[in-house]
C-alpha cells in the first residue's frame, strides 16, 4: 500500500526544489497555514510558499508590493480620471499574468499576487514555473508605478516583500 502523502512531506519537497534551485529557506508562522516559508533567490527577491489549513491538496505561492509613502502620495496627486486609468490598466496586465491579485484600490497600500499548484501537478517543473510567474506579476506591478512616474524600478529588494 502506497504512503500517504501529508502536509510534512510537501513542505520538505518544496523545500528541497528551492534549495536546488539556489533558493535561501527561512521558517515563517502563519495563522492560516499548516506551514509557511519565505524563500529568497540569489537576488534577493522573496516569495512566501505555504499549505493553507483546509486545503491540504494545493501549495500557495505568493509574493507582494508594500506601495511607499513617496510613491502613496504622488499617486494621491494624481486626478481622479489618471488614478482610474492607472488601475484599469494594473488590473489588466496583471489579468495577463494568469494570478490572482488583490489590493488595487486607492489608496494603493499593498498589492498581493499569488498562484497556486495542487498536488496532482506539483513537479519540479510545474512548481517552478509557477514560482516564476509569482516574481513577474511582481515586477508587473513595480515597473507600471515606475512608468507612471517616469523613474528607475526601485532596486531589487524592494517590492518583493512578505
Known sequence: MAEKITPDHIKERI????MEDEWSIRQESAPRAIWAFVA????GRKIVVGQNKGREDQVIIQGAVT??????NRLGQL??????NFLWDLRFE???????????????????????VF???LAKDTFLIRTSQV???VLVILWMIAKKFA???PPKQLGFQR
Do not use: C, W, Y
Open 15 to 18: 523545500r528541497e526544489i528551492l
Open 40 to 43: 529568497e533567490d540569489r537576488a
Open 67 to 72: 506601495i511607499d509613502e513617496v510613491t502613496s
Open 79 to 84: 486626478s481622479e480620471e489618471e488614478h482610474n
Open 94 to 116: 496583471l489579468l495577463r499574468t494568469d494570478l490572482d491579485f488583490n489590493g488595487i484600490e486607492m489608496p494603493l497600500k499593498r498589492i498581493e499576487v499569488k498562484t497556486r
Open 119 to 121: 498536488l496532482d501537478a
Open 135 to 137: 516574481r513577474k506579476g
Open 151 to 153: 523613474q528607475q524600478p
